[in-house]
């Protein structure tokens, strides 16, 4: 089938105007979405630990680390922008099942920026890496595999996220002008480096190490910096079924990987996050939301909640009532719920360890019940791409002798629904939040604008020297369930 060969052929013979206006400003979306992540990140203990580990690593001063005051190796700085986007878990998801955009956009914003290329052509990069890593997911699933037409999700054994530094291998060898051949052997290369399949969740062990998405996106750096300076790597890593079973996959077909590749566009279809929490918990956080809002609930009115939705919802860790830290408070549906009912404001203050030690948000966690929801075993039966996009949720609640329900199948953000899809205010909301930490008002207008209009500015030099944050002191709000 030499799949390698022709995703190759499609990232080196795809033009700018090739790709549909509409998918091209969805990337610019995507692309400014990571960046308030990042920022986030950056802006929390363990965003500071990862900044000052690659400042002592060095490197020529080339790429900017993101909320840091440095430049450093494009390598170093894919790898550490990379992981301060993931940090609060508040990163796009694709379909419910896979976060890689950070794995194409570091590599390729680190290249663009030692490059000095024009916005038009970091653009075009990001948007094929995004729709390469997107293809991929959908052939080699990082949380499940697609049997007999019916999605499997995968509740023992290994998996992980390393099958996308293909993504960030194909945006970063763009920009530095590749032929098919060195792309070839550039993701040949970065298939060696792609990270074991082992998740956290799958050993009961989740840290700040979490994915592993950042050592993706470094590898996709070295891969393409070996290529360049003449090493030589296997041309066909996806033609055969054996880094499939690496990345923990029985089913390798690869035939989503090139069925209408450059007709139908995937990789701007992600979803974007209003909560740094799990994607599988978004549903019933806007269920929950929209019910006390709609009847002005306190959270001491209610009595319990509870949550009909996906099957992996009534295992660990979502099940979790006394997470012990933020990850796993990332993960915990009772403590993200126990959020939304106090109303802490989404984005690096739901990170703050504070609520993971008080009363009134454990007990709260406590009052919920979590179960499947009938009709996902009929979802699941409907294949691709149905089973990984409709999410069948019910959130009941029990408060004033009153019982209060809400139904939704999308969650704000989903990226394949124009009803679900977050409008420019509420992404641009939703930037500033999370940038508000390192950058005065003034930048985070001119990042966003930058952003927007990205294929329009001759190169990045802007918009690097704006990502450079400085810690502005600002208090955390005291909340009343903490006086």
Known sequence: MEVTKRLSEFVVNTSYKDIPEDIRETSK?????????ALGGASLPSGKIVIETVKEMGGVPESTVIGGELKISPMNAAYANCKLSNLMDMDDVFWNSAHFSPIVIYPAFAIAEKEDSSGQEFVTA?????EVAARIAIAIGPLFDIIDGRVEYVSKGACGFGQHIFGGVAAASRLLGFDTKEI???????GFYAPCAISPKTTNDLTMSKYALEWSAAGAVMANGLVRNG???????LDDDLFAKAMGKHHYDPSPILKNLGTIWYGTTTSLKLYPSCRYNH???DLLKEIIENNGLQPGEIEEVKVNGLGRLTMWPWTNQEPGNEFWGEFSLPYNLALIAFGIPSGPEWMNPVYLRDQKILDFCRKVEITTHPAMEDVLNQGFPAALQ???????????GRTFKQYAETARGDGWSKEAALSDSELEDKFSVNASPLLPK????RIVQLCLHLDKVSNLREL????????LGRSRPCYPILE
């Open 29 to 37: 979306r995507i692309f400014l979405d990571s960046l308030g992540c």
């Open 126 to 130: 990001l948007t094929l890496g995004l």
């Open 184 to 190: 070839r052997q550039a993701m040949g290369i970065g």
């Open 231 to 237: 090493f030589e790597g296997p041309e066909n890593i």
């Open 283 to 285: 549903h019933a956080l």
């Open 390 to 400: 409709k999410r069948p949720t019910e959130v009941t609640v029990f408060a004033r």
């Open 442 to 445: 003034e930048k985070i207008r």
């Open 464 to 471: 690097c020297e704006l990502l450079i944050g400085r810690d």
